[in-house]
């Protein structure tokens, strides 16, 4: 059984919410754990809560954070990791059927630095995201983009089996008010996107 894990942290409930929405709807048995720190509201219908404590007022910027509970709450099940601003199209289970360590999702064009987008990733290798941890201590992690930086290193290391899939069918963010290609299993609302989710969501297009 596929689980899926849902990161949030100082944002509000809602998009997760919705998030969570469309994962049940085409993944109904699936496992699904809300990743988060000890305050920030829990998400409607998820199976669990994993939480850490983060002082956000404090040294530890919010992608270090992630970085942490990743590395300490991480096991070899096959997990599903999404930002909460990502609504799924469809069922996503058959790329477990592939053999891999970690599934990243490689942009088309553009960002030739950061070629990978952590938004959506498939792990089935705790000890992948255990080394991400640490490698990331290279880069500044007030950078929200510190694990699209740390990415590409571990990548080129060899050590660890790497599926890359299209990000247009697998963390699509070519959306607009108009839509999004139809081949996209998950749609991945980052930045100004954002605004469109909402209505994408209550359209009910994900179903």
Same mark, same amino acid.
């Given at each position: ?17 919705m998030c969570v ?25 998820? +199976? ?34 999404? +930002?909460?601003?990502?609504? *799924?199209?469809?069922?996503? +289970? ?6 891999? +360590? *970690? ?28 080394e991400l941890a ?20 571990? *990548? ?7 599926l890359e899939l ?20 998950? *749609? ?20």
């Amino acid at each position: 059984m596929t689980r899926f894990a849902i990161f949030t942290a100082q944002e509000g409930p809602e998009l997760g919410n919705m998030c969570v929405a469309s994962v049940r709807h085409h993944h109904p048995d699936a496992e699904i754990v809300h990743i988060s720190d000890r305050y920030s509201p829990a998400l409607e219908g998820v +199976d669990a809560v994993w939480r850490r404590p983060w002082d956000r007022h404090l040294n530890e910027p919010i992608m270090g954070f992630r970085l942490r509970c990743l590395e300490e709450l991480l096991d070899d099940e096959p997990t599903v990791l999404l +930002d909460s601003d990502v609504l *799924v199209h469809r069922n996503v +289970d058959s790329v477990f059927a592939l053999d891999f +360590d *970690v599934a990243l999702t490689r942009r088309r064009k553009g960002k030739e630095h950061i070629p990978f987008n952590a938004g959506v990733m498939f792990s089935r290798c705790a000890a992948f995201f255990d080394e991400l941890a640490k490698e990331s201590m290279a880069f500044d992690h007030r950078d929200f983009m510190v694990i699209e930086h740390t990415l590409p290193r571990m *990548v080129a290391t060899g050590h660890w089996s790497i599926l890359e899939l299209p990000d247009s069918e697998w963390n699509c963010s070519e959306v607009s008010e108009r839509g999004f290609p139809e081949e996209a299993r998950i *749609v991945h609302y980052k930045g100004l996107r954002k605004s469109c989710m909402p209505d994408h969501f209550n359209q009910g297009v994900w179903r």
